[in-house]
């Protein structure tokens, strides 16, 4: 039988699969399209199986608001070249519209349906023929909860900020800061307590072999541990456009943080 150039071009399409090995899937299959695609399918989950050892530390992040619900994800690769590719960013941009075609909502990719991850690794493992790397959806999220979105220009670090009243323009500074510094904790009561009492337990003994006057330790002590977890306390961090505020300060009396998100790569 000859060769069936629609057929092959259909089936590149359709599998990104370079044109070479659709024509060899096409032969095997009898030209029969569909068994070429699942010979194919074979092929890329033995080809993502054995790429699955490298080291992954490039990707993107990607947020999206659509209909009052915020779905992210972030999906590693070996380099920024491929990261960068529009197969790579057109498999994201699938990825979430997978997310947000279902309802359940989830917070992390532990929480997320399990045949919605199996669905989804699947696509990833299938990308790994077209793009030759391997790659893997690190994490996703899909809230509905109330939140300003910000992906930063280059797809590497984005936020969410969830918040309470009305003020997308406080919200936006303070996802900015989430995505430029990194906090760890959105307050000090936030902390977990054991953290606390071994930094306490560490000053204490340092003041009190350093002979600072018992009456004064508890006041220097506060101000000691304030200072040192101050810069990993989003509502204690300086803001980042006026070193001589703090996030806490920028915020309107009746503007609430409630929690925040951050996705990034390295």
């Known amino acids: 039988m000859g060769i069936d150039m629609n057929l092959l071009k259909q089936l590149r399409e359709a599998t990104f699969a370079p044109m070479k090995d659709c024509k060899d899937a096409l032969v095997e299959a009898n030209w029969d399209f569909d068994k070429a695609q699942d010979i194919l399918k074979e092929k890329w989950i033995l080809k993502a199986w054995k790429k699955a050892d490298r080291e992954t530390k490039e990707g993107t992040v990607k947020i999206v608001s659509k209909d009052g619900k915020i779905c992210g994800i972030k999906l590693l690769c070996e380099t920024d070249f491929v990261a960068k590719n529009e197969w790579f960013q057109a498999l994201c941009d699938t990825l979430l519209d997978k997310i947000m075609a279902q309802n359940e909502l989830f917070n992390s990719k532990e929480e997320a349906p399990a045949a919605l991850v199996e669905e989804l690794d699947k696509l990833v493992k299938e990308a790994v023929w077209s793009l030759g790397e391997n790659m893997q959806l690190k994490d996703m999220l899909y809230t509905a909860q109330k939140g300003f979105v910000y992906n930063h220009p280059g797809n590497k670090v984005a936020s969410i900020v969830f918040y309470e009243w009305d003020d997308e323009d406080i919200a936006k500074e303070v996802a900015l800061q989430v995505a430029a510094m990194n906090p760890t904790?959105?307050?000090?009561?936030?902390?977990?307590?054991?953290?606390?009492?071994?930094?306490?337990?560490?000053?204490?003994?340092?003041?009190?072999?350093?002979?600072?006057?018992?009456?004064?330790?508890?006041q220097i002590l506060k101000w000691k541990l304030n200072k040192a977890l101050a810069e990993d306390v989003?509502?204690?961090?300086?803001?980042?456009?006026?070193?001589?505020?703090?996030?806490?300060?920028?915020?309107?009396?009746?503007?609430?943080?409630?929690?925040?998100?951050?996705?990034?790569?390295?």
């Open 185 to 218: 904790y959105l307050d000090f009561d936030s902390i977990p307590s054991d953290l606390v009492s071994s930094m306490e337990e560490k000053f204490r003994q340092e003041l009190l072999e350093s002979g600072k006057p018992a009456n004064m330790i508890d």
């Open 234 to 266: 989003l509502l204690e961090q300086e803001y980042i456009r006026d070193w001589a505020k703090k996030i806490k300060d920028i915020l309107p009396a009746w503007f609430k943080v409630t929690s925040y998100i951050r996705l990034a790569i390295k």
